[in-house]
């Protein structure tokens, strides 16, 4: 149980264009979801906390115009990098927590997404 | 604010063999939860073990187990029987239970290399 998905797994994207990276909690409900970035040989760095149904919650310095993300469902969340550039690449990662009663306050993860931007 | 202390960039234990890694923490806050989560080379982050701060009991899971010494800060890791698959980084993290912030704080990281 608690699993997440996150997708793609891989992502390379001309300079520019927008990526889209979804995450999915497969067998809990998730009204909060969390988006990471990790730098190689470092530890998270939380960009933003995704709630169901209003607007994400950005930490200081994560550019939100930049970072759109929505979470229209309660297994459903999206990360787009928008105008991509390469300084963008790294590996992301989701976290849902887990709401449904099961294990609450608990976050799982997804598997990252690595994306490069060339 | 929080924060979450890993003093061991680096460990290393034989294979079969118990190790212990550290962690301290620093909050104001009375209820709170800490994890250890394992990040293998997949990059997969798995939840190892998770410790309410009001729970007296130390935590286990298998061969996982803990030492939290609340009033000291503390929250080791000890694993015993070490495996080959435990060859991971290993993150300690902080959560408060209350005020609205579900934030995990990490630590930087211990890097636990299983040798044969």
């Known amino acids: 149980g608690a699993v997440v998905s996150q997708h793609p797994s891989r992502v390379i994207c001309k300079s520019g264009t927008s990526v889209k990276i979804e995450c999915r909690s497969l067998?809990?409900?998730?009204?909060?979801m969390f988006w990471y970035r990790q730098f190689p040989k470092q530890s998270l760095m939380l960009m933003a906390t995704?709630?169901?149904?209003?607007?994400?919650?950005?930490e200081q310095g994560v550019e939100k115009d930049k970072f759109l993300i929505n979470h229209a469902s309660l297994t459903l969340s999206t990360l787009t990098v928008t105008s991509a550039h390469p300084e963008d690449s790294s590996f992301y990662i989701c976290?849902?927590?887990?709401?449904?009663?099961?294990?609450?306050?608990?976050?799982?993860f997804g598997p990252g997404t690595r994306l490069t931007v060339l | 604010a929080q924060t979450v202390t890993q003093s061991q960039p680096e460990m290393s234990v034989q294979e079969a063999e118990t190790v212990t890694l550290s962690c301290t923490y620093d909050?104001?806050?009375?209820?709170?939860?800490l994890f250890w989560y394992k990040q293998p080379p997949s990059r997969q982050m798995i939840l190892v073990i998770r410790?309410?701060?009001?729970?007296?009991q130390n935590a286990t899971e298998n061969r996982f187990s803990v030492n939290f010494q609340k009033a000291a800060k503390s929250f080791s890791l000890k694993i015993s029987d070490s495996q080959l698959g435990d060859t991971a980084m290993y993150f300690c993290?902080?959560?408060?239970?209350?005020?609205?912030?579900?934030?995990?704080?990490f630590g930087k990281g211990t890097k636990l290399t299983v040798n044969p």
């Open positions: 976290s849902a927590r887990d709401s449904s009663g099961r294990s609450t306050d608990t976050q799982y």
């Open positions: 410790q309410e701060a009001y729970k007296q």
């Open positions: 909050t104001s806050e009375n209820n709170y939860y």
């Open positions: 993290a902080f959560m408060k239970t209350q005020g609205g912030s579900e934030k995990l704080v």
């Open positions: 067998d809990f409900q998730a009204t909060t």
């Open positions: 995704s709630n169901e149904g209003s607007k994400a919650t950005y």
